[in-house]
């Protein structure tokens, strides 16, 4: 992480909200994918957004590590995703990751089906692993941060 956002951290911490506005717009796009990715719906992600962002301006100040605030917002925002699918007990279905056209192949429909199929057979812990590695291409240590499990047993899942 550049200097440059530990010093917007650092500012944020202190209470400079603005600061706090441009560190979350800087990565916006990595945010709402990954509201997406538990939420289904453009509506619902933005919203988990919104909610995720309040999280993080009301407990900014207990972040301990500057460095490791982009690791610490998305885990928030993992974190009030799964709480608003446990309060409206929805299952996350895997139909609608893939953002694409309505007029896939049929051969890619079929693959996606076989693929859900797969990924539905497996535990839930293993099915989220997947989705943020394949669908929103994250590395094993911010996977391993994000879901709050060690990187060895990530590694060797």
């Known amino acids: 992480m550049d200097q440059e956002i530990i010093e917007m951290v650092?500012?944020?911490k202190a209470g400079?909200?603005?600061m706090l506005i441009k560190l979350i717009v800087r990565e916006k796009q990595d945010y709402y994918?990954?509201?997406y990715v538990y939420m289904?719906?453009?509506d619902d992600a933005l919203d988990i957004t919104e909610d995720m962002i309040l999280k993080v301006y009301e407990n900014i100040k207990k972040l301990k590590d500057e460095h490791a605030f982009y690791s610490w917002s998305k885990t928030i925002l993992v974190n009030c995703c799964k709480n608003h699918?446990?309060?409206?007990?929805k299952v996350l279905s895997?139909?609608?990751l893939r953002e694409g056209s309505y007029e896939e192949s049929f051969g890619a429909r079929e693959d996606q089906i076989i693929l859900e199929s797969h990924l539905l057979?497996?535990?839930q812990k293993y099915q989220e692993v997947l989705k943020l590695r394949?669908?929103?291409d994250m590395d094993y240590e911010s996977i391993a941060t994000v879901l709050k499990i060690p990187l060895g047993t990530l590694c060797n899942s």
């Open 134 to 136: 394949y669908y929103l």
């Open 121 to 123: 057979g497996l535990n």
């Open 33 to 35: 994918r990954l509201a």
């Open 85 to 89: 699918l446990r309060k409206n007990s």
């Open 94 to 96: 895997l139909n609608n």
């Open 16 to 18: 400079d909200k603005e």
């Open 40 to 42: 289904k719906n453009h």
């Open 10 to 12: 650092k500012r944020a």
